[in-house]
């Protein structure tokens, strides 16, 4: 049976989540949910703001006593969300070494030492050099970056579309398909998050499109996730993203445990 599963949540321990992780348990239950995932970040950049803000000594003693106040009714994943992890591999090893993680998603928060965020960024920057530095930096963290799970690929589109107009993937086929091409290769997968559907005018992360490139180039690593930074977006749009995979061609979706992948039947 299909798990009714969302891998990519935010808690307290995130700098931009308010939630605390037995809040998001219970919305995951109110939601129908078996399985999560607490992906909360590691913004390794020195210019995030702030950039030591993960604790993963905290983090764990929180999940561990979530782990037994949900036992039974939900599962609970030790996930992490780890920004521009190919520009720092010195400051992952240590982080990931040290805790036993069931799921690791890799991010491009950066381009070069801009964050694509918020309504200033977008005024200011245009369209193809904000895409191209995207899938550049893209590029290079599916090539050497240390993750299970690309997050939102073509994240600038949820943000920029209000300024920009529609995003469009043809535009960009070619770096999209070396990024899927260097995913597959290494094993790793992709996920559909459904924060873009929160927005207007905008699809889920990634666009439709590039999931029939990954199914058409041999891909078969899936997760779905919310990206929920509060207990409403919980689950939000899960149903939808099944459609969408299936359409796409997709055959599998995946869980992890100690990072070690399970492939469930669409």
Same mark, same amino acid.
């Given at each position: 049976?299909?798990?009714?599963?969302?891998?990519?949540?935010?808690?307290?321990?995130?700098?931009?989540?308010?939630?605390?992780?037995?809040?998001?348990?219970?919305?995951? @239950?109110?939601?129908?949910?078996?399985?999560?995932?607490?992906?909360?970040? @590691?913004?390794?950049?020195?210019?995030?703001?702030?950039?030591?803000?993960?604790?993963?000594?905290?983090?764990?003693?929180?999940?561990?006593?979530?782990?037994?106040?949900?036992? =039974?009714?939900?599962?609970?994943?030790? =996930?992490?969300?780890?920004?521009?992890?190919?520009?720092?591999?010195?400051?992952?090893?240590?982080?990931?070494?040290?805790?036993?993680?069931?799921?690791? @998603?890799?991010?491009?928060?950066?381009?070069?030492?801009?964050?694509?965020?918020?309504?200033?960024?977008?005024?200011?920057?245009?369209?193809?050099?904000?895409?191209?530095?995207?899938?550049?930096?893209?590029?290079?963290?599916?090539?050497?970056?240390?993750?299970?799970?690309?997050?939102?690929?073509?994240?600038?589109?949820?943000?920029?579309?209000?300024?920009? =107009?529609?995003?469009?993937?043809?535009?960009?086929?070619?770096?999209?398909?070396?990024?899927?091409?260097?995913?597959?290769?290494?094993?790793?997968?992709?996920?559909?998050?459904?924060?873009?559907?929160?927005?207007?005018?905008?699809?889920?992360?990634?666009?439709?499109?590039?999931?029939?490139?990954?199914?058409?180039?041999?891909?078969?690593?899936?997760?779905?996730?919310?990206?929920?930074?509060?207990?409403?977006?919980?689950?939000?749009?899960?149903?939808?993203?099944?459609?969408?995979?299936?359409?796409?061609?997709?055959?599998?979706?995946?869980?992890?445990?100690?990072?070690?992948?399970?492939?469930?039947?669409?």
């Amino acid at each position: 049976m299909l798990p009714r599963a969302d891998y990519h949540m935010h808690s307290e321990f995130s700098p931009d989540a308010r939630s605390t992780m037995e809040n998001m348990g219970a919305r995951a @239950l109110a939601q129908g949910l078996e399985e999560i995932a607490f992906t909360d970040h @590691l913004d390794i950049h020195p210019l995030d703001n702030p950039s030591d803000f993960y604790r993963p000594d905290a983090y764990f003693a929180e999940l561990a006593r979530c782990q037994k106040v949900f036992a =039974g009714r939900l599962t609970i994943r030790a =996930g992490i969300e780890i920004g521009e992890s190919h520009r720092y591999p010195e400051r992952v090893r240590p982080v990931l070494g040290a805790h036993r993680y069931d799921f690791v @998603l890799g991010s491009v928060h950066w381009i070069g030492d801009e964050m694509p965020f918020g309504n200033q960024y977008f005024a200011t920057h245009e369209k193809h050099p904000t895409f191209a530095g995207y899938f550049g930096e893209m590029v290079e963290m599916a090539a050497s970056g240390e993750f299970d799970v690309v997050a939102h690929l073509d994240m600038p589109k949820r943000e920029g579309t209000a300024v920009w =107009g529609p995003f469009d993937p043809r535009a960009y086929g070619d770096e999209i398909r070396q990024i899927l091409r260097r995913l597959i290769d290494r094993g790793k997968g992709i996920e559909i998050n459904t924060s873009g559907w929160r927005r207007p005018n905008v699809e889920c992360c990634p666009d439709p499109l590039i999931l029939a490139w990954y199914h058409e180039l041999g891909g078969e690593v899936l997760t779905i996730g919310s990206d929920a930074h509060g207990p409403e977006h919980v689950a939000l749009f899960r149903e939808r993203a099944l459609d969408v995979a299936r359409a796409a061609g997709l055959r599998w979706l995946t869980t992890f445990t100690e990072r070690r992948a399970t492939q469930h039947p669409l």
